[in-house]
């Protein structure tokens, strides 16, 4: 089953990284993240971390309208952990929404 999941950041403060808990691995759950999006901004940089390896580090600007979606094959396994957020460089500090679709299987 394909579900999508989308969280709201809090203020983005300049020269900081801010993560927030996106999905978590489960017993019996096969998930994988298979794409992720925000809105593009400079200065910006998307981060994704399953537990302590980051993943994705990718200026948000780069997600534009003609592909706005980064493509992921991203799985989690049982009491792994998928953190999402920002380095934000310098960008406006307000809120931003990230948006992933990920797949669920038995």
């Known amino acids: 089953m394909i579900k999508v999941k989308r969280i709201k950041t ?5 020269g900081v990284e801010t993560l927030y808990d996106m999905l978590a691995g ?6 994988v993240i298979i794409a992720i999006t925000t809105i593009p901004l400079t200065l910006q940089y998307l981060r994704v971390y399953r537990d302590a390896d980051q ?3 990718v200026n ?4 534009v309208a003609g592909s706005p979606w980064l493509k992921m094959d991203l799985p989690l396994a049982e009491g ?3 953190k999402v957020g920002f380095y934000n460089d310098g960008a406006l ?8 679709i990920y797949t669920e299987s038995e």
């Open 93 to 100: 500090t307000t809120a931003k929404h990230i948006t992933i």
């Open 60 to 63: 948000s600007l780069h997600l």
């Open 55 to 57: 993943i994705v580090d």
């Open 80 to 82: 792994q952990q998928c």
């Open 10 to 14: 809090g203020t983005l403060t300049s």
């Open 26 to 31: 489960m017993s019996g759950k096969n998930r």
